[in-house]
């Protein structure tokens, strides 16, 4: 069962997977901060980069690693 977490987009760290509503998954490569923002890096499945900024309090889907949790 996969777990999907909200955490707040400033948390977030290279290797983080973010998973959107439709369930597409985006592996973060670079978090840099902008201004008062968060620049978030990252790459598809099919290798497409991208980035977005978000706002110091935004929220965002990230996929869980079922062994971290047990720890």
Same mark, same amino acid.
């Given at each position: 069962m &996969?777990?999907? &977490?909200?955490r707040q987009t400033r948390q977030l760290a290279v290797g983080d997977t973010l998973v959107n509503a439709f369930g597409r998954a985006y592996e973060v490569t670079k978090v840099s901060p902008v201004g008062r923002?968060?620049?978030v890096q990252y790459v598809t499945a099919?290798?497409?980069v991208g980035r977005?900024?978000?706002?110091p309090d935004a929220?965002?889907?990230v996929r869980v690693d079922p062994v971290s949790r047990a720890a």
């Open positions: &996969e777990v999907i &977490e909200l923002g968060i620049r099919d290798g497409v977005f900024t978000a706002a929220v965002s889907r």
